[in-house]
């Protein structure tokens, strides 16, 4: 596997959620050229286009210019393979989490096997919702001051960003023989050599979707009362990091228990 610096920042996208202050747009695409990432999906902006975004860019208009604007978020992920969220909430069921530095190193391993990987960053006056959160195979935190853990949108985008580069900078040193940095997150990342491509999160969405009316349909599932089964089974479809196939399989499954289902009550 070759290496190449820009090709790896290539498949990173930096996803801006709901932003409110449209001249955080502009200071998150500063913030990115300074490390070199270059891709930005904003999800349904309050503000946008915007000259002050323009102005607070100083220099790295050409990152808004290129910058894709969505009405959703499912829109903004569906053809990633990776998600990565950066909060600082509290859950109710926790969430695969690792400091910056360390999710740096899983996302650029993710992005030298050509994965597509999204970081989202919430809105400014709440972040990102527990549905939107959920939706994330890993989330970041960046330790701050427990007193005041509050960042600007466009300094956590220059941490992360930063921690990005100091990565790929790490492997640049390491050499041509040396093409794993060191992790402890024990999600397990697809090589190279996996017999089938890994599933895009549009795909894994419409599995969830698929999954929840099958649980629905043979009464395993009550709508009324869900409790926590949908996100307790997100998040252990998350780390199984399904390929198509294997997601196929699952989804034939499903249907097949449909089918079932259809028969016994006709």
């Known amino acids: 596997m070759s290496f190449d610096a820009s090709s790896i920042f290539s498949q990173i996208v930096i996803v801006m959620v709901y932003t409110e202050n449209a001249g955080n747009i502009g200071s998150v695409a500063r913030a990115m050229k300074t490390m070199?990432?270059?891709?930005?999906?904003?999800?349904?902006?309050?503000?946008?286009?915007?000259?002050?975004?323009?102005?607070?860019?100083?220099?790295?208009?050409d990152i808004l210019c290129n910058a894709k604007v969505v009405d959703s978020l499912d829109d903004a992920i569906?053809?990633?393979h990776f998600v990565v969220a950066t909060s600082?909430?509290?859950?109710?069921?926790?969430?695969?989490?690792?400091e910056a530095e360390r999710g740096a190193a899983i996302i650029v391993q993710e992005a030298m096997q050509h994965h597509k990987v999204a970081i989202l960053m919430g809105p400014e006056s709440q972040g990102?919702?527990?549905?939107?959160?959920?939706?994330?195979?890993?989330?970041?935190?960046?330790p701050a001051n427990t007193e005041y853990p509050v960042l600007n949108v466009a300094m956590a985008v220059q941490i992360v960003s930063y921690e990005l580069r100091k990565a790929v900078l790490s492997i640049e040193r390491q050499g041509?023989?040396?093409?794993?940095?060191?992790?402890?997150?024990?999600?397990?990342?697809?090589?190279?050599?996996?017999?089938?491509p890994l599933a895009t999160q549009g795909e894994f969405e419409d599995f969830i979707k698929h999954y929840e009316q099958a649980l629905t349909e043979i009464g395993f599932l009550d709508p009324q009362n869900p409790r926590q089964l949908m996100a307790r089974s997100r998040r252990f479809f998350s780390r199984a990091r399904m390929d198509k196939q294997e997601l196929n399989i699952l989804r034939g499954v499903l249907s097949q228990m449909q089918l079932t289902q259809k028969k016994i009550l006709d």
Request: with cysteine; aromatic share 8%; net charge neutral.
């Open 36 to 61: 070199g990432l270059s891709q930005l999906v904003l999800v349904s902006p309050k503000r946008y286009p915007d000259p002050f975004a323009e102005w607070m860019a100083s220099g790295a208009q």
């Open 78 to 80: 569906a053809g990633c």
């Open 88 to 98: 600082a909430r509290v859950r109710r069921i926790p969430w695969p989490l690792v």
């Open 128 to 142: 990102l919702s527990n549905e939107d959160l959920q939706r994330c195979h890993l989330h970041l935190s960046i």
């Open 176 to 196: 041509a023989g040396s093409r794993q940095l060191e992790s402890d997150f024990s999600m397990p990342i697809l090589n190279a050599q996996w017999d089938a």
